[in-house]
């Protein structure tokens, strides 16, 4: 039975784990309301370990739940939604007392029992306006979640779903099977429709403040056109409305200007192209080669906590650059302030020692423009903080970085007169083992580490961990003793695609960065300066904080960070296969060394909950920008063909996959490919015997579907409005 009285009181991961113990079926979302699984709603479990697995992973992520099946829901929205609710139970009578909970958008959710022998789908101001239906084909949101508004679900009643009135069974609509097609009415071709609703929706989405209403207007009109094929129009108002709040609009405001938009369009419908025959083509042997690439990054604002969050805003308010670009390079180069004397003993010391790659999606990214504004705040007039060293870069040799930072060196020098020797310093070296690095060109350094004996990947691998670094050089010996560099590094997605060399991630050097996917967020023809005297309260802070670590030694997590650690490490220690576990495989370290940067930003002389939310969502961030840069696939070329081969049909023997092959590929090569498929969990070997009696059983092969639900990632919601079940939509 689920107490619901206390679940507004509980975290995310409690409230899941109550729900799914009263069988209510549960899955993540973002504060956006969109499934952060592939298959929405159909992922939803009751499994407490699949629960504690999933909010491990997304610690903050709302509750969703299907809708249907036992229950529908009546949704009454702000602002229209209660006035319609009124008449209606003036006109037919009072709603009985149901279960029923507030929304994040002060709207009402009213659970009402499924009626015997029939189905309520869902619909969108059918019954009134602003009266939705969550049926079957939809999810709602449950308490305790919170919504990117700021407003919060929580449960106003806990009576148990009643059944209800007719009247309102008798007025919501039935299902109704898609009109016959005329010459007067065609059906749509498929791309057609979803070309037009793709770009809409993605100028909605992306759409710059000041133009956002516009642009949602425009795009309600033009979907709306499409209405007369068959498109449920209460689905694309849902679809409309996410993008609107994902652009930055409130939902009442977005929900007036699409109900508006919506029925202009369905006033003046667009001229549809018929369904012509498509042209014979010969099939390629890959054609049936599924894409499959991760959505961009969506950020969560935990990772904009503290003083760093709120320079990241301010650096931005009136510029072009991306606010996760800046935060990420001021980690970075506050983390090269600090040095190594803050630390957090987890095996080895942890220290504020972080390198970022900024991957923009061309040179019109303003990867750039996030130094500035980080450079200006390190400006100082404060004597007693000494400034790290500053290189912009090229990186293009190890033995570069390590002289920057070399140890002094002596040299035993005899008297040929006295036959006497003493030590002559050769080299003062440099003491500060401090050093900051911006380099904007990271395709350099990439085509540098493919030259024969370039030592650069080997070098920055030692540097991040630590200790004294040495490269077996024939003259010149050179070494550095405890350094303490970080790197800021940008490059456009086309060039990482194109220099990036497999065995350059494999041998650990991509994980010994933060790899963020970075964009232009806003178009700003007249950018203007950061205002001095809030740059000045930044410095000042800024400036307390270095002085505060100054005076820290090893740092600690507070009780109950500790409580979160535990839980969320098991995920973050996971090994990763293929390429993309080469380049996150250092999950643990990287988010325990973001947790301790926030603490001394924070000036806190232990590691709290915080501090280390905001280190997960980061980390998140750069797992997701990692998936879209990298994909999820094997690095392999043989075990990538195995895989597309297994998907492509239910299971395959051994010669059929040598089949694949066209018989030329070697046994070994097989054997170990098939090995290390199996390793990861990707693909299950059964044993089969012979139907004929005697021989030695086959071996088939199948791809793992456990391990497929497993990796699902987020998909956009275009994949989800042409897929065969029915549509999901969250209120």
């Known amino acids: 039975m689920i107490d619901f009285n206390k679940i507004n009181r509980l975290s995310m991961a409690e409230a899941a784990l109550e729900y799914a113990s009263g069988g209510l079926a549960v899955f993540p979302c973002s504060k956006s309301k969109r499934p952060l699984t592939s298959r929405g709603f159909h992922d939803a479990v009751t499994d407490p370990n699949l629960i504690a697995q999933l909010w491990n992973k997304y610690p903050n992520a709302s509750i969703g739940t299907p809708t249907g099946g036992r229950s529908f829901v009546l949704d009454v929205d702000q602002p229209d939604g209660p006035n319609s609710l009124a008449q209606l139970e003036t006109k037919f009578g009072a709603l009985p007392p149901t279960l029923e909970q507030q929304t994040g958008g002060n709207g009402r959710h009213l659970f009402f029992l499924m009626p015997k022998g029939s189905e309520v789908r869902n619909s969108a101001s059918k019954i009134g306006t602003g009266l939705d239906i969550r049926g079957s084909g939809g999810y709602v949101i449950l308490p305790p979640s919170s919504h990117d508004s700021g407003g919060a679900y929580r449960w106003t009643t806990s009576h148990t779903p009643a059944e209800a009135p007719e009247w309102?069974?008798?007025?919501?609509?039935?299902?109704?099977?898609?009109?016959?097609?005329?010459?007067h009415s065609p059906v749509p071709p498929r791309g057609y429709v979803e070309k037009a609703l793709t770009e809409e929706l993605g100028k909605t989405r992306n759409a710059q403040q000041g133009?956002?209403?516009?642009?949602?207007?425009?795009?309600?009109?033009?979907?709306?056109?499409?209405?007369?094929?068959?498109?449920?129009?209460?689905?694309?108002?849902?679809?409309?409305?996410?993008?609107?709040?994902?652009?930055?609009?409130?939902?009442?405001?977005?929900?007036?200007?699409?109900?508006?938009?919506?029925?202009?369009?369905?006033?003046?419908?667009?001229?549809?192209?018929?369904?012509?025959?498509?042209?014979?083509?010969?099939?390629?042997?890959?054609?049936?080669?599924?894409?499959?690439?991760?959505?961009?990054?969506?950020?969560?604002?935990?990772?904009?906590?503290?003083?760093?969050?709120?320079?990241?805003?301010?650096?931005?308010?009136?510029?072009?650059?991306?606010?996760?670009?800046?935060?990420?390079?001021?980690?970075?180069?506050?983390g090269a302030e600090v040095g190594s004397n803050p630390y957090f003993l987890a095996g080895d010391k942890q220290r504020c020692c972080l390198n970022t790659v900024l991957v923009g999606q061309s040179s019109k990214a303003r990867k750039g423009t996030s130094t500035g504004p980080v450079r200006k705040?390190?400006?100082?007039?404060?004597?007693?903080?000494?400034?790290?060293?500053?290189?912009?870069?090229?990186?293009?040799?190890?033995?570069?970085?390590?002289?920057?930072?070399?140890?002094?060196?002596?040299?035993?020098?005899?008297?040929?007169?006295?036959?006497?020797?003493?030590?002559?310093?050769?080299?003062?070296?440099?003491?500060?083992?401090?050093?900051?690095?911006v380099d904007q060109e990271f395709a350099g350094a990439l085509s540098s580490t493919r030259r024969d004996g370039n030592t650069l990947s080997s070098i920055i691998r030692n540097l991040f961990d630590g200790g004294k670094v040495e490269p077996l050089t024939k003259t010149n010996k050179i070494s550095a003793t405890n350094p303490h560099v970080c790197i800021v590094t940008h490059i456009t997605l086309h060039e990482l695609h194109k220099k990036l060399d497999s065995v350059e991630a494999f041998n650990g050097f991509a994980n010994r960065f933060l790899w963020v996917c970075v964009r232009r967020p806003q178009l700003v023809p007249?950018?203007?300066?950061?205002?001095?005297?809030?740059?000045?309260?930044?410095?000042?802070?800024?400036f307390a904080a270095l002085r505060f670590a100054q005076q820290q030694g090893e740092l600690r997590f507070s009780e109950q960070s500790k409580s979160l650690w535990g839980q969320i490490y098991p995920t973050l220690a996971a090994d990763r296969p293929g390429l993309l576990g080469a380049v996150l495989n250092r999950a643990e370290t990287y988010t325990l060394r973001l947790a301790l940067t926030y603490a001394i930003l924070d000036q806190s002389n232990q590691i709290d909950v915080p501090?280390?939310?905001?280190?997960?969502?980061?980390?998140?961030?750069?797992?997701?920008?990692?998936?879209?840069?990298?994909?999820?696939?094997?690095?392999?070329?043989?075990?990538?063909?195995?895989?597309?081969?297994?998907?492509?049909?239910e299971s395959m023997n051994g010669s059929e996959l040598h089949g694949v092959f066209s018989n030329n590929l070697k046994g070994h090569n097989m054997d170990r490919a098939i090995s290390n498929l199996v390793a990861e969990g990707k693909i299950t070997i059964e044993s089969v015997k012979s139907t004929h009696g005697g021989g030695r059983p086959k071996k088939i092969f199948r791809l793992n579907e456990q391990n497929e639900l497993n990796e699902q990632m987020s998909d956009s919601i275009i994949n989800s409005f042409f897929s065969s079940t029915p549509m999901e939509q969250a209120k």
Request: hydrophobic share 40%; aromatic share 8%.
């Open 211 to 334: 133009t956002r209403n516009e642009t949602l207007n425009s795009a309600s009109f033009a979907i709306g056109q499409l209405i007369q094929s068959g498109l449920d129009r209460g689905e694309v108002e849902r679809f409309l409305l996410d993008a609107a709040t994902a652009s930055g609009l409130s939902e009442i405001e977005a929900l007036r200007t699409i109900r508006s938009g919506l029925k202009a369009g369905e006033a003046k419908p667009r001229s549809i192209p018929s369904q012509q025959k498509p042209k014979k083509r010969v099939q390629h042997p890959e054609a049936n080669h599924e894409i499959n690439i991760s959505p961009w990054p969506t950020p969560s604002q935990s990772m904009f906590y503290g003083l760093a969050g709120k320079f990241a805003a301010l650096a931005t308010k009136d510029s072009e650059a991306d606010p996760i670009a800046v935060l990420a390079t001021l980690l970075c180069w506050f």
């Open 168 to 183: 309102l069974i008798s007025l919501i609509p039935k299902p109704a099977a898609l009109p016959l097609q005329t010459k």
């Open 611 to 649: 501090h280390l939310q905001a280190a997960l969502a980061l980390w998140d961030y750069c797992e997701q920008s990692a998936k879209f840069i990298f994909g999820d696939t094997s690095a392999d070329p043989t075990e990538r063909k195995i895989l597309t081969a297994l998907g492509s049909c």
């Open 526 to 542: 007249f950018p203007k300066a950061m205002d001095e005297t809030e740059l000045e309260k930044f410095r000042d802070e800024t």
């Open 377 to 437: 705040l390190f400006i100082r007039a404060e004597q007693d903080l000494t400034p790290p060293q500053f290189s912009a870069g090229p990186l293009s040799s190890g033995e570069g970085l390590v002289f920057a930072l070399r140890d002094e060196r002596k040299e035993w020098i005899v008297d040929k007169k006295t036959g006497t020797g003493r030590w002559v310093t050769i080299d003062p070296g440099i003491e500060d083992k401090r050093l900051i690095v």
